[in-house]
């Protein structure tokens, strides 16, 4: 294996990578400094982006009064999401009132602008469906980084797309006081676990990992991410294992789709078809 670059450690960063994890139970009653916050934050401002046009501001909510507020946005927000959203294994997020600090990560999106933009009727439409994409990787790198800095400094937190729904945004932009056409596209509860940090359901790396073209057997068919929905999502969102194999009821769970979660190749017969 090639040596690492004087300074630079493989291990090190993947000890932060795989214990970084979306914590929903903080210890109640704990503060960080500020010194911590702006370390984490720093972590944020690193992140890439699109032309380097940085279309993020990260509003760091400490005051506890104002965590309280934004706490009670979020009950808001999660009793729509049980209410309206179709099935989907929400947790209510009365954890929030443990957080040592909420960070708010609001995009601006008029930053787009700064991407390829078509000259023609046909490249405008193109460019400007692939400047919405632009424009939220880079703030899910934002985000990530974020993350990454909280695990960093022995933290750990969550990572909240809530604020991205209009009502809350809405909620959220008057409560902050940023402009309501920036977005809060992240929200980032930061606290202390309240358990051991442990894993998560991870495919496996040579099911995700493709040499040199795409592996036909590697494809994920729609009647598999249909079992996926029906079937395991919860369980895959908050068993604490990497391995579906290590569920003791995989078989139960998995039933005709366990090679197909367990394996390299979930489509042994490399049809491209849905
Ligand atoms: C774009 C994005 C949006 C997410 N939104 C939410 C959310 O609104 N609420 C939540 O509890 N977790 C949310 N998550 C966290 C995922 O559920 C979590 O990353 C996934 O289940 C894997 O678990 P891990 O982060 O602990 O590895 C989100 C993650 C991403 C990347």
């Known amino acids: 294996m090639n040596k690492p670059l004087a300074g630079l450690d493989y291990e090190a960063l993947m000890n932060v990578v795989r214990r970084r994890r979306s914590v929903r139970a903080f210890e109640k009653g704990r503060r960080v400094g500020r010194d911590v916050l702006e370390k984490i934050v720093e972590c944020g401002r690193w992140a890439p982006s699109g032309a380097n046009a940085q279309p993020w501001d990260f509003i760091v909510v400490d005051e506890p009064g104002m965590k309280e507020k934004v706490f009670k946005v979020f009950m808001r927000q999660s009793q729509r999401l049980i209410d309206h959203a179709k099935g989907f294994p929400a947790v209510k997020k009365s954890y929030m009132a443990n957080t040592v600090a909420i960070i708010v990560v609001v995009g601006d999106p008029r930053w787009k602008s700064c991407f390829p933009q078509g000259t023609s009727p046909e490249f405008v439409d193109e460019y400007a469906a692939n400047n ?26 969550a990572w909240l797309s809530g604020g991205g729904e209009a009502t809350t945004n809405r909620d959220l932009s008057e409560l902050l006081g940023y402009p309501p056409n920036l977005e809060a596209v992240g929200t980032i509860p930061v606290g202390y676990p309240q358990k051991n940090v442990s894993l998560r359901y991870r495919r496996p790396l040579a099911q995700v990992l493709h040499w040199n073209r795409y592996e036909p057997e590697k494809f994920r068919r729609q009647a598999q991410i249909d079992y996926y929905l029906e079937n395991l999502r919860p369980f895959a969102m908050y068993r604490d294992v990497e391995r579906m194999q290590e569920w003791e009821d995989t078989d139960e769970k998995l039933g005709p789709w366990k090679d197909a979660f367990t394996t390299a190749t979930p489509n042994p017969g490399g049809k491209l078809d849905r």
Do not use: D, H, P, R
């Open 132 to 157: 919405e994409k632009i424009y939220l990787v880079s703030l899910g790198a934002a985000i990530q980084n974020l993350q990454l800095g909280v695990t960093a400094m022995g933290l750990t937190s």
